[in-house]
């Protein structure tokens, strides 16, 4: 994994994911990462707390970091097999899913639909 991306959670009733360019214009907005309130939705917060129970922060420019966000978790975590399990666990919370830094754009569903 690149420094660049990281992994982000959404909460499905609170962020627009229809559309590709709806969701990029929220994600823009929400990047600005100023709801530093560390409260988030049920689901959210179980998302969040497994992968930091298995990938704790750790420090440097590379390291494994979260923001946790009333709508959104943002998780970098270099480890290899950070993406399938952020992948596969917000499939099973019902969150959506999407990888910033990526070369290809795009927002996974639960059911697995891909908005691009």
Do not use: C
Not at 12 to 25: A, E, G, M, R, T
């Amino acid at each position: 994994m690149s420094v660049g991306r990281a992994y982000v959670a959404f909460d499905l009733d609170q962020v627009p994911h229809s559309d590709i360019q709806d969701f990029l214009h929220w994600f823009d907005l929400a990047a600005e990462f100023d709801d530093d309130s560390g409260a988030t939705t049920p689901m959210l917060t179980r998302w969040y707390e497994t992968l930091l129970a298995r990938y704790q922060p750790t420090p440097g420019w590379d390291g494994t970091k979260y923001f946790v966000a009333s709508d959104f978790v943002w998780a970098r975590i270099n480890a290899p097999d950070a993406e399938e399990t952020a992948r596969q666990l917000a499939r099973e919370l019902g969150v959506g899913f999407y990888i910033t830094g990526d070369s290809t754009i795009e927002v996974k569903l639960p059911d697995g639909t891909v908005v691009a």
